[in-house]
């Protein structure tokens, strides 16, 4: 069954009571966030004393919640019910709640129409479900500067990895050529990440898919870091498969996506078996049991579905689109200026890049400073500043190490390394930034980063369990 986007519900969540989800007009438009986010007011601790507003930067591992989705979630809650199961009035609800959040992300991902929407907990939940999915002797290509997401659930089909390209045009070449000296007849899927986590650069994800097909081949796009900062049609990229995750895209209620083709998940033996899954099992006279499996996309969710992770999902969509991708580009991209014009007049911070400085970019920005510990580095931006932001290699691994030129085939464990404060280790800080992030955050980052580059930190900080902490 495909789901029409433009499907009506048949029953509807009453409007929260407080509309608290308005944006943000109160404040000079090019410094305001666009959309509020939850958190905004949270103020913590200095420990050279004080409290700041907390400065979350690190939108690229988890987003705040949207406020709108907050209220969405919240005005749903005493309505919520089981989906897909129970009789009532709530139950009934709760199911059309359920299908037309598929028939939202059906539209937000402008998919084809019989594309089926399948609801995950995650992007690394996706494309597992998609490795499981895949048909016998099928053959992947992925390139080895993608996050572990998309890198490791192939580890049992046949997979090529592809030397980072340092050019869009490296890119496509490198592909073509691999899928030309693939075996033809063969299925083949090619897996690529549409921002990277690491360096927020965009990739030629239409020119890549061009080249797929134009091989006999399939593309999965990961889609963590591109859909919460991008308008995203999978018609005119022409992907076979998207996926993504809600807790990157402001809905973190547990939830994420694989949109795609319906025929390799039809065919494939449900990610998880049991109920919801299956439409009919019966008793075999020989003792056994027989099951017929779903073929739409309730074959790979069973078990009672996450309403309130799908139907945020869902508001956040709406939220975005309603709040106009025109405006939450050209705002990001004003704060990417101020973030990168403001590093850039550091002479000891490199900022790391794959593609160039030209390349376009989402609000993703990682960097090393000579003579720091990048862990040392970000404990202090929090510690002294009130400012989140990761560092180690962000589950990407091979693509860090080949940033900061040393090893890419050690592809360890998650995670920052031991350090010594004080030592340089090969690890980078990232600072990342989205549609809830005012000017005052990005400025306070830049500023940050001038002073402790030039005065050094203000405490002292001991390492415990590989990590740099306060010594407190
Ligand atoms: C590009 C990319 N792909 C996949 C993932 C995995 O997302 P999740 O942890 O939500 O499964 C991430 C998370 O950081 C990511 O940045």
Known sequence: MSVRPDAAPAVTVPAPAVATSAAVTDADPCCAAPLPVLGRD???????????TYAALDYAASAPALQRVWDDVAAYAPYYGSVHRGAGYLSQLSTDLFENSR?????????????QVVFTRSTTDSLNLLAAAL???CQVFVFETE??????????ARVTYLNAPRTHGEAVRTLET?????????????????????????????????????????????????????PLSVRELDVDWVAFSGHKLYAPFGSGVLAGRADWLQDAEPYLA????????????DGGVDV???STAARHEAGSPNVIGVYSIASACKALTEAGFGTLVAREQHLITKVRDGLAEVPEVKVLSLFGDDSPRVGVISFVVEGWNSSHFAAALSAE??????DGLFCAHPLVRTLLGSDPQDVGECGAPEAEPGERLLNAIRVSFGAGTPDEHVERFVRAVKELVRDGAKWNYRTEDGRCVPAV
């Not at 049991?274 to 006279?285: C, H, I, L, N």
């Open 42 to 52: 949270v103020t913590v601790p200095l420990v050279t004393g004080g409290e700041v």
């Open 103 to 115: 028939g939202t992300v059906h539209e937000f991902l402008d998919c084809r129409d019989d594309d």
């Open 135 to 137: 048909p016998a002797d």
């Open 147 to 156: 996050h572990h997401a998309s890198l490791l659930p192939w580890r049992d």
């Open 178 to 230: 691999a899928l030309a000296d693939r075996d033809p007849y063969g299925p083949a899927l090619v897996c690529v990440t549409g921002a990277s986590n690491v360096t927020g650069e965009l990739w030629p994800v239409r020119e890549l898919a061009a080249a797929a097909h134009a091989h006999g081949a399939r593309i999965v796009l990961d889609a963590a870091q591109l859909a919460p900062h991008h």
């Open 274 to 285: 049991g109920g919801g899954a299956s439409r009919k099992v019966a008793r075999r006279t």
């Open 292 to 294: 017929e499996w779903h």
């Open 385 to 390: 500043y009130g400012i989140g932001v990761r």
